[in-house]
């Protein structure tokens, strides 16, 4: 084909909306399901009518050869900024909202892409730069925090690429669209692999979400002896018993790790609000009176929706007593070589002995007559991950040791806000991978903290 053509056909290809690709014409659209959910598909314009359309017998096209892709923001709203791969945030909310952006190689064919979006409050089928695309605005982010609460799915059926696009709260869905009209993606022809897009399978993210109920049920429980490494306060242990030296990639080999205190507390005093984040620090200050003293907080008995026919239901509250739970760790390099950017984290896990199991606890159970399914803290009390720590490093600022010398130890003071009631069953994990609400393997090799009070 001459320079000319082909410049006419993709001419072509952007006013008409759907992309022509070997003969073949696909269209994506949204398919609504039950009354809050959105199926987003690729149709073969080419099988619509026939009767043996491929996408519903199970069989899968042949992809001519999908090239690997860079891709090419042209749209920024002012204030934001990249800060990650593919993740853009504003400057005075980094890393907490803004847009993140996923791709999914069609290695199976365009047409088997279809993706169920739950708890849809509105949708519309949009044009993206030439590319066909779904918009959808779920329920939430109606309050100040903030959430991810639109998705933009776009498909780049040309090189076989669909994007998808979380937007949260904090972006008008104006600019969100105006972000995804401005990417490009240009297929790399030369071998050089720097700076593509890193894209899931189609295949093998189709395997990985059949098989994600599965991993979670076989996670929530483990036997007792799984947690025979479990250390009490002021007892050191060390993260050396990796199998091999590559896969410390943290350097945690040569750390010792003790939790040397563990204080409970009706007031906020023993924290120091100036290194706090500013969004944390606004939200504990709602949580206390005048003195410093801690307000109760409120639990919501939460019945839960599928997102498709119904939807997340608050069906009753009540006031509970809250305890400030501040905890010492020391970080000490028992190594001969001085370490740097040491990642550390301290995640509360909830754990129930039952019938000679460790179950983790989600929350007052429901009754017989099922009126609710769980009990969740509001507040700062639902958060597990630590929201305070008073040790900043790494390019961020954020969770990370700076340096380390050999012998030397670093101190950090960690806090949660944590029901009354459920004082009984803390248990710390400082595993780097973090996780709150499941048993894994990282953290069991390591071992937890018995904090329980």
Known sequence: MTRKTIAAAIAAVMLVGTTAFAGVAYKMHGEPVG?????????????????????ATGQTQEVVDIKNVRMEVSYLPEGMVETEDGKYSYTDALYKGGVTITFYKMDTGDAQFDMLTTSVKESEEIKVGGYDGIYCELYGGDNREI??????????????????????????????????EG?????????????IVHAYNWSEYVKSRNEETVAWNTSVTVPKSAMKNTHAVGEAFTAANVESPEDDWLGLGNI????TDVQVSDKINLLDLSVMD????????????QAGEL?????????????????DEVVESREVPQKLVYVTVEYTNIGAEELDEILFLGSLMKIV????????????????????DEAVPAGLARNREMWYYDVHGGERRNNYITNLKAGETAT???????PDAELSYLYLNLDTFGGSYEFNESSLDLGYVDIRR
């Open 353 to 372: 002995e039952e019938n000679g199991q460790m179950k983790m606890y989600t929350g007052e159970a429901s009754g017989q007559s099922a009126a609710w």
């Open 278 to 289: 500013a969004d944390y620090r606004d939200e504990l200050q709602k949580e206390v009176n």
């Open 183 to 195: 990417v490009h993606l240009q297929p790399v022809s030369d071998g050089n692999t720097q700076d």
């Open 147 to 180: 959430s991810f609460n639109q998705r933009i799915y776009v498909a780049y059926t040309d090189v076989h690429y669909v994007m998808e696009m979380y937007a949260a709260s904090d972006v008008a869905k104006e600019e969100a669209l105006k972000i995804a």
């Open 412 to 418: 950090i003071h960690m806090a949660w806000l944590v």
């Open 256 to 259: 010792e790790i003790k939790v």
């Open 35 to 55: 009354k809050y959910a959105v199926n987003t598909k690729i149709e073969d314009m080419n099988q619509v009518g026939a009767e043996e359309n491929s996408s």
């Open 295 to 311: 307000l109760p907080t409120k639990i919501n008995y939460m019945k839960y929706g599928n997102g498709i026919d119904t939807l």
